[in-house]
């Protein structure tokens, strides 16, 4: 009984979770607005080019941006529109699952810092999780001044800057100009490269990202969807937990 | 077909991929179950960087986007501002860009 029970240990010495003061949570809340604020010109660039594609699919400005306020789910939304015309609905929603089936395991990521809070605050802060607000938010949490207000601050920086983008998009038309013409998708990486820096941490680290790379780019070009993305962050993350017992196996 | 029909199921499935691990791993984890899940946020990083870098239309392609993602990552481990590093990293791809 004893073995299994300090085979646990309390998250909280892992995870850092520190109680928060009411006159912390608005700063914090800014906080995490402004940390997710360099990430979006990648999300306009992205929504501008969603709404001149839902457009051109028949749906009405008010139905692009609609679809983006309440689904808010750039790659997903992307994939609805090219099959619009030809798939039944079904095929749509299941579609959308898939792609998104990799949030699964940023939710199991970050649910150990969230695990203090009720289960109202978890609907909340999932109902508008985004790959790049899930990144500065984690990243924070990593550094040691995360919490959920700055979650929430976070998701709702990349949601009001979504939506409205793709309702510009869809307004503009064809008369925007080719945005890739100026390299702005490399925004999106070069955030990701910014956020990554906060967790590497001894080899476990780079074994994992490492690892996960390779995977992610062969899953990309082999893989159909989003999968490559699941299939990285699953076998980094073993490749770099067989490192750490590795290199505690031999010290 | 309904849009907002469509809207509402694909809100509705989003919505679940995300909330699901939440409340499951509520409770206290064993310590490798922490250990993995701590090294997740770094494995996805990476699986969303190095496509974005190295892949356009999903077909390997070298070009500027790789020197100034270097650019990036050295900056990014110097300063740990996301801001800098995209400002360093865009400055670099539109440098290489006219160069090349």
Redesign the interface.
């Known amino acids: 009984m004893e073995a299994a029970v300090s085979f646990c240990v309390p998250a909280a010495e892992w995870y850092h979770i520190s109680p928060m003061s009411a006159t912390h949570r608005s700063a914090s809340l800014a906080r995490g607005f402004l940390d997710a604020l360099p990430l979006t010109p990648g999300v306009v660039m992205f929504g501008l080019v969603y709404g001149v594609a839902a457009r051109a699919v028949g749906l009405s400005p008010v139905e692009t941006a609609g679809m983006s306020a309440i689904v808010h789910a750039g790659s997903s939304q992307f994939a609805a529109l090219g099959m619009w015309l030809s798939a039944t609905p079904g095929a749509i929603v299941l579609t959308t699952l898939i792609i998104n089936l990799r949030h699964l395991l940023m939710g199991a990521s970050v649910a150990p810092y969230l695990r203090h809070l009720p289960l109202r605050w978890k609907m909340l802060l999932a109902l508008w999780m985004s790959d790049e607000s899930y990144a500065t938010a984690i990243a924070a949490y990593e550094r040691g001044r995360g919490s959920e207000w700055h979650f929430l601050g976070a998701n709702l920086c990349i949601w009001i800057v979504w939506w409205p983008s793709g309702l510009a998009g869809a307004l503009a038309g064809q008369s925007i100009p080719d945005l890739s013409r100026y390299g702005l998708e490399m925004v999106f990486p070069l955030a990701f490269i910014g956020l990554a820096a906060s967790f590497f941490k001894g080899r476990a680290s780079a074994v994992a990202a490492g690892v996960a790379a390779v995977t992610a780019v062969l899953g990309a070009v082999w893989l159909p969807g989003n999968w490559h993305i699941i299939g990285a962050g699953l076998l980094g993350s073993l490749a770099g937990l067989a490192a750490v017992r590795e290199g505690g196996a031999r010290s | ?1 309904n ?30 179950v ?22 356009v239309d ?3 392609t070298l070009g ?2 790789i020197p ?2 270097a650019v ?2 050295v ?3 110097r300063t ?7 400002v360093a ?2 400055l670099a ?2 440098l290489l ?1 006219a160069l090349l």
């Not at chain 2, 989003?14 to 206290?28: D, G, N």
């Not at chain 2, 922490?34 to 892949?55: C, E, F, G």
């Open positions: 077909m849009p907002w029909a469509v809207f509402a199921g694909m809100a509705l499935v989003t919505f679940l991929t995300r909330f699901a691990m939440m409340p499951m791993l509520s409770r206290e984890l064993p310590r490798p922490l250990r993995y899940l701590q090294l997740v946020p770094v494995a996805i990083l990476s699986a969303l960087i190095a496509p974005a870098v190295l892949l999903r077909h390997l500027p986007q100034a993602a990036g990552a900056m990014a481990w740990r501002s996301v801001l800098w590093t995209i990293g865009m791809y539109w860009s």
